[in-house]
């Protein structure tokens, strides 16, 4: 069977840790967030984590170098080995030709590219909504996505959190640094005829049946 090497790529909030999460449990391949191993980093206060939380607080883009190099160390652990999702991974066009050059050293190629498109106006409510688990990290929206009882999480029981960077004056400067710093990615995915586009508005499983024509309409033999 060939092995499933995907980059989700979209704007905050497009819904890419949703469909990674799910995509994930189906195929059984990692999801790679590089928003959750800095996050995770931030909490247990490392030198790594320490310098991300202040690009993070802001909206911006922690450097390349230092996600780079959390990617390489991801991409050569066990699990691994037969696929991954890089969820919000790469972000700038540097980052895009670490990555070319990183795969071509540990033999891999990508599969596809996935591209969410939603409105701006709906990425900016769905941000401001979102709480999450800090236990076990599922994700919530306080309207679209709402756990059984407000405030706790389904699976776990422990209580919902916003995340810092969801205060939207927050949000507002993660959407421009999207726009001018990874946006120009589609271009150079497209290029490469990886690029597969997805409508991010709409129930998340039409979403997620859309993803799955869209990648496996298009699969080719990887290693
Ligand atoms: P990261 O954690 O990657 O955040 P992001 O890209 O801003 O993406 P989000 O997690 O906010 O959104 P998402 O697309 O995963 O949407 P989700 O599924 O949660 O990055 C955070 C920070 O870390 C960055 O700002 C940066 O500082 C740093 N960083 C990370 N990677 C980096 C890199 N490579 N280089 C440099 N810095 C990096 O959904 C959002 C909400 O919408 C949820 O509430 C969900 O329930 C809801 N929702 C999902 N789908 C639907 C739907 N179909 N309809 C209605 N609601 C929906």
């Known amino acids: 069977m060939s092995h499933l090497n995907l980059v989700f790529l979209g704007p905050p909030g497009a819904g890419k840790g949703t469909q990674a999460k799910l995509l994930s449990r189906r195929h059984a391949i990692p999801q790679v967030s590089t928003g959750d191993i800095l996050r995770s980093a931030v909490k247990n206060e490392s030198p790594m984590g320490l310098k991300a939380r202040e690009y993070m607080k802001t909206g911006a883009l922690v450097p390349d170098d230092v996600v780079i190099g959390i990617v390489r160390e991801r991409l050569e652990c066990p699990d691994a080995q037969t696929g991954f999702i890089l969820d919000g991974f790469p972000r700038t066009v540097p980052q895009a030709e670490a990555l070319t050059l990183m795969l071509d050293e540990l033999g891999k190629t990508l599969t596809a590219v996935v591209s969410f498109e939603v409105d701006r106006d709906e990425l900016v409510q769905r941000l401001v909504g979102r709480r999450t688990c800090p236990a076990c990290g599922a994700g919530y929206h306080v309207t679209y996505d709402p756990p059984r009882v407000d405030g706790i999480c389904n699976a776990c029981g422990s209580t919902l959190v916003q995340r810092e960077d969801d205060r939207e004056e927050t949000v507002v400067n993660r959407l421009e640094v999207y726009d001018a710093q990874t ?15 997805v409508p991010g508005s709409g129930p998340i499983d039409q979403i997620e049946r859309i993803i799955h024509d869209r990648i496996f309409g298009s699969c080719r033999d990887t290693a």
């Open 183 to 197: 946006a120009p990615l589609k271009a150079y995915y497209s290029s490469k005829g990886l690029l597969r586009e």
